[in-house]
């Protein structure tokens, strides 16, 4: 099982980006699903999650400019960023608790991170 995430990139302030994040291999359910960052000198934060069900949260920093989904069929989970700021900078990560094909229980995966960088 592993989680791979795309969609990093440097963008201008205020503007946007789209990350994704896609499970694979032999699972057999995906639980809640979620975004997490982190930036040079600080501890990895929450950004947001969403449940297998839909319901979602947010840290108080990205609400109102971010939005998290999933699409259950492909085992992805997306973060679309609007009005992006430089405090935004960061390594997001994706996370996930994941039922393995052969497991008994979830079991929490990260995947492997990818650079949002916003600079004029």
């Known amino acids: 099982v592993q989680l791979q995430a795309s969609g990093g990139g440097l963008v201008q302030p205020g503007g946007s980006l789209r990350l994704s994040c896609a499970a694979s291999?032999?699972?057999?359910?995906?639980?809640?699903m979620g975004w997490y960052r982190q930036a040079p000198g600080k501890q990895r934060e929450l950004v947001a999650i969403?449940?297998?069900?839909?319901?979602?949260n947010y840290a108080d920093s990205v609400k109102g400019r971010s939005t998290i989904s999933r699409d259950n069929s492909k085992s992805t989970v997306y973060l679309q960023m609007n009005t992006l700021k430089p405090d935004d900078t960061a390594v997001y990560y994706c996370?996930?608790?994941?039922?393995?094909?052969?497991?008994?229980?979830?079991?929490?995966?990260w995947g492997q991170g990818t650079q949002v960088t916003v600079s004029s």
């Open positions: 969403i449940s297998n069900v839909g319901s979602t």
């Open positions: 996370n996930a608790w994941i039922l393995p094909s052969s497991g008994l229980s979830s079991r929490n995966y």
């Open positions: 291999g032999s699972i057999r359910s995906v639980n809640a």
